[in-house]
């Protein structure tokens, strides 16, 4: 059997605050194999951007990784230094396009320079070979290379967003982690880049986790759907079959709260809001928002079970 | 709740051009001042029971126009026209009427005429976080409304008024929602108080600028419900501002397509969603996210290039021409007129022109 790119077991990563410990990450386990694109969607305070900095061991304090191990090609990245993680994993390995990015270039330097950082660093090539190497990438991801020589406010914010992309893949990482990569994006930017995404996934075969509050974009770029719900996975199997055939009740309301431009059916919405993660409902955290609640929800956990190959629900629905 | 032939409000070249700050070189060199035409001639109708939506990217105008007609922001030019009804009708002078029963809301009018008017266009913002005072509690935030409008003369009568208007927001029991402060509340609690704020006034016109956007998506279809629940017991006409296609397609009677200042298309919803005509429109159309997971292996054909020019530069002709997959001769030099296509459906398009 082949081993996965990356494979997450059980991980925890919590926040230790004056008012309690916040567990936002709570026992998520996922594996993601070479090529795939797996997407991550949830509400937010749901944990979902917790989960990608614990990914990358950025989560930032008063957080930390409480336990559970991420295995990246062998290697369990809880167990690195951080000297380890900064050398070896971080955009090596795994890059990160963060919410807002753009607006996160510098303004006093050129696009050649910020571009020219990670490779000189982490690389050690002299600033003219990494020129090559940006020119190239510039032009994978659809830019002109004479924006190399111009600062970040000359660039409109589609073409700040390609520059990111292309920072995240300049080291020909394994893992690319997308947090909403589009939000500050308008519809018609934010369809170009994601036919970018759809491109760079075609093309390199890399494993990719795309996090986003909207599943219309999910389903636009993901061969694999993770729904989360106050710091868990509720639902998680390939996107026809959370799509096609959602299962948990958290998943089907969503579903039915998206407006969808040709279709006149009536959407609905989930009453209530999510919990508090330092005090969480006992048993089913989604309970107090479910329309099936039965008394063994109240009490009793429910642990993700196969309901068809390759495709999981915690919900105590299905027994 | 009832539809009238004749419009409420009309809105005729409305303009607003926002100066820019000059240079010291372009100072010394006595350059004229250049200006952001973020309204650029906009007209159109809106009629009581109906939900109007301006629907557009960033920078193109539609909460500017939004902010003109709540009167927010004074206009440069262009008229807006609101007929008044009932009582508020009765006790304005006849010299403040413009035209049969309408009162042009751009030009300068006595004051208290003007602040008659002013209760019956109410508005609610995008951001439930930041259009509520933080330091104010449920009770005063929708109190003060009737404090600036003497509405209700002792303080039980005002807690009536109050009680009724946040029962009919569904924030009950009112008692409990009254004495918290904002921060108590969620994102769709906040702005069921921002819509209980704009309603407790009696508006006709209720400009809804983005109100949904800031939400979560398991909520969204709440405060959508709420606006239709609204109005479906009142004589109410929205304008509901949004970025969001299918939002629009869902909520909304009418849609009216904003770029760069300018209206490009507007109609009735199914006709513009499902038939449109201005090469914008379609490509905004095309661009939309759909949830169906088969769109994970095609590309998704936008059909335009490049993003919307800043508002301070405006391309001569049909200002959409440079992005146009259309575009003609004619287009960079004339500025289309604008044609109805079908009843009620009009473009602004060379392309519809007749040759």
Redesign the interface.
């Known amino acids: 059997m082949n081993v996965p790119l990356l494979e997450v077991r059980n991980l925890k990563t919590y926040y230790y605050t004056l008012r309690g410990v916040v567990k936002a990450v709570d026992n998520v386990s996922f594996t993601l194999e070479r090529g795939e694109t797996l997407g991550i969607a949830g509400e937010s305070g749901c944990g979902k951007s917790t989960l990608a900095w614990a990914l990358l061991g950025l989560v930032p304090p008063p957080g930390r990784i409480a336990g559970g191990s991420i295995v990246l090609d062998g290697q369990d990245l809880t167990k690195l230094s951080e000297h380890d993680l900064r050398s070896k994993v971080r955009w090596k390995k795994v890059s990160m396009i963060f919410q807002g990015a753009m607006n996160a270039l510098t303004p006093v330097f050129t696009i050649e320079d910020q571009l020219a950082e990670p490779l000189m660093i982490h690389k050690g090539m002299h600033k003219d070979e990494a020129r090559e190497r940006i020119a190239e990438m510039l032009k994978a991801v659809g830019l002109d290379e004479t924006i190399m020589k111009r600062y970040p406010h000359e660039l409109s914010g589609g073409q700040k967003q390609r520059v990111i992309i292309a920072m995240a893949l300049l080291l020909n990482p394994d893992l690319v982690i997308a947090d909403e990569p589009t939000t500050a994006l308008d519809v018609i930017v934010q369809a170009q880049i994601m036919n970018l995404f759809k491109e760079i996934k075609r093309r390199y075969n890399i494993g990719m986790i795309f996090i986003t509050h909207d599943l219309s974009l999910i389903a636009e770029i993901a061969d694999k759907v993770a729904i989360m719900y106050a710091g868990k996975i509720v639902e998680i199997g390939s996107s026809d079959q959370v799509f096609g055939n959602p299962r948990h009740p958290y998943t089907q309301g969503l579903l039915r709260s998206i407006p969808r431009i040709r279709s006149k059916e009536k959407i609905t919405w989930i009453p209530g809001v999510p919990p508090d993660l330092v005090r969480p409902p006992p048993g089913c955290r989604f309970f107090p928002r479910c329309k099936y609640v039965k008394e063994q929800c109240r009490r009793e956990e429910p642990e993700l079970k196969e309901v068809e190959p390759g495709h999981f629900v915690a919900c105590h629905l299905y027994g | 709740m009832r539809r009238m032939a004749e419009p409420v409000v009309k809105v005729r070249d409305l303009m607003k051009y926002f100066p820019l700050r000059r240079g010291i070189k372009e100072i010394i060199t006595m350059k004229p001042r250049r200006f952001v035409r973020a309204v650029d001639g906009v007209s159109f109708d809106m009629y009581i029971g109906e939900v109007f939506c301006l629907v557009g990217?960033?920078g193109c105008g539609k909460t500017t126009t939004g902010r003109l007609i709540t009167r927010l922001l004074e206009p440069t030019g262009g008229h807006i026209y609101y007929k008044p009804t009932g009582e508020v009708a009765s006790q304005i002078p006849e010299k403040c009427f413009a035209e049969d029963g309408y009162v042009d809301l751009a030009r300068k009018l006595p004051k208290h005429v003007d602040k008659l008017l002013r209760r019956e266009i109410q508005i609610v913002f995008q951001d439930p976080f930041g259009s509520l005072d933080p330091r104010m509690k449920v009770y005063d935030i929708l109190k003060e409304p009737l404090i600036v409008h003497r509405i209700g003369g002792s303080e039980e009568e005002r807690r009536e008024i109050i009680y009724r208007a946040l029962s009919e927001v569904k924030l009950v029991p009112p008692e409990q929602f009254m004495s918290r402060y904002p921060h108590m509340l969620?994102g769709?609690q906040r702005q069921r108080v921002a819509f209980a704020r704009a309603m407790i006034l009696k508006p006709t016109v209720v400009v809804a600028d983005e109100p949904v956007s800031m939400l979560?998506?398991?909520?969204?279809?709440?405060i959508?419900?709420l606006m239709l629940d609204l109005q479906a017991n009142r004589d109410l006409a929205y304008l509901f501002i949004t970025?969001?296609?299918?939002?629009a397609?869902?909520?909304c009677t009418r849609i009216a397509v904003m770029y760069l200042g300018r209206i490009v298309e507007t109609g009735p919803t199914d006709e513009v969603?499902?038939n449109p005509q201005h090469p914008y429109t379609k490509?905004?159309?095309?661009?939309?996210?759909?949830?169906?997971?088969k769109?994970?292996f095609k590309?998704?054909e936008?059909p335009?290039k490049g993003?919307?020019p800043s508002a301070a530069a405006i391309p001569p002709g049909c200002r959409f021409h440079p992005r146009c997959p259309y575009a003609m001769d004619r287009c960079s030099k004339e500025e289309p007129p604008t044609l109805e296509v079908k009843p009620g459906h009009y473009v602004s398009c060379w392309l519809h022109a007749k040759k």
């Open positions: 990217e960033s969620s769709g979560d998506v398991s909520i969204r279809a709440e959508l419900q970025h969001d296609l299918a939002v397609s869902y909520l969603i499902n490509a905004l159309i095309a661009a939309v996210p759909e949830p169906d997971p769109n994970r590309i998704r936008v335009i993003e919307v």
